[in-house]
């Protein structure tokens, strides 16, 4: 962790304790963590969660993960967790809104084809139509696997309850 701040820091890109002024875990890192917890036995977890700040920052946050990972000389898995769009269908849960369901599938297809810049230049006003709250949470994971040969694979995606699910793996190639 006191890498991850170093090169936060280093970057000018800010980062807040867990617990500190309203930053509290989400849903985004309570599902993953009641899962793993118990398989994961004594390895180490620090928990993230992202803000509402530009992209960029969020895939400069990502960079800087990256590095301190590779200082601290260890192999970490990264799990990226949200949801897409919450506007699919009538009835979903933030409100309808036919853009929702071309968010997720470009979103889908620049994963698929592990296009970053793809995913950084999404138009706002689309992100903004699909109700999302995963979007900053891959871009950090994108972040993190920048300069690395990746290899990208969509395992499913659906839209129960009018909600985008997608989980892919993205394999950093030995090289």
């Known amino acids: 962790m006191a890498a991850l701040q170093e090169e936060a820091k280093a970057s000018h ?4 304790s867990i617990g500190e002024k309203g930053y ?5 890192v309570l599902v993953p963590m009641h899962y793993l917890i118990e398989g994961i036995g004594g390895i180490p977890l620090v928990p993230l969660t992202f803000c509402w700040l530009p ?9 800087a993960l ?3 990972a590779k200082r601290a000389g260890r192999r970490v898995a990264i799990i990226a ?8 269908t009538p009835g979903a849960p933030a409100g309808y809104d036919p853009m929702g ?8 297809s620049a994963i698929a084809s592990y296009d970053t810049e793809a995913i950084l ?3 706002e006003g689309l992100i903004e139509h699909a109700g999302e709250c995963g979007l900053r949470s891959i871009v950090i994971l994108l972040g993190a696997l920048d300069g690395l040969s990746v290899k990208p694979e969509v395992l499913s995606y659906e839209g129960p309850f009018g909600v ?3 989980v892919a793996a993205l394999k950093v190639e030995e090289g």
Do not use: M
């Open 13 to 16: 890109i800010p980062l807040r």
């Open 24 to 28: 509290d875990l989400d849903w985004g």
């Open 55 to 63: 992209l960029a920052t969020h895939f400069a946050f990502g960079q």
């Open 66 to 68: 990256g590095r301190a």
């Open 81 to 88: 967790s949200g949801d897409l769009s919450h506007r699919l």
């Open 101 to 108: 369901k071309l968010f997720d599938e470009k979103l889908t």
């Open 121 to 123: 230049n999404l138009d």
């Open 164 to 166: 985008g699910y997608l």
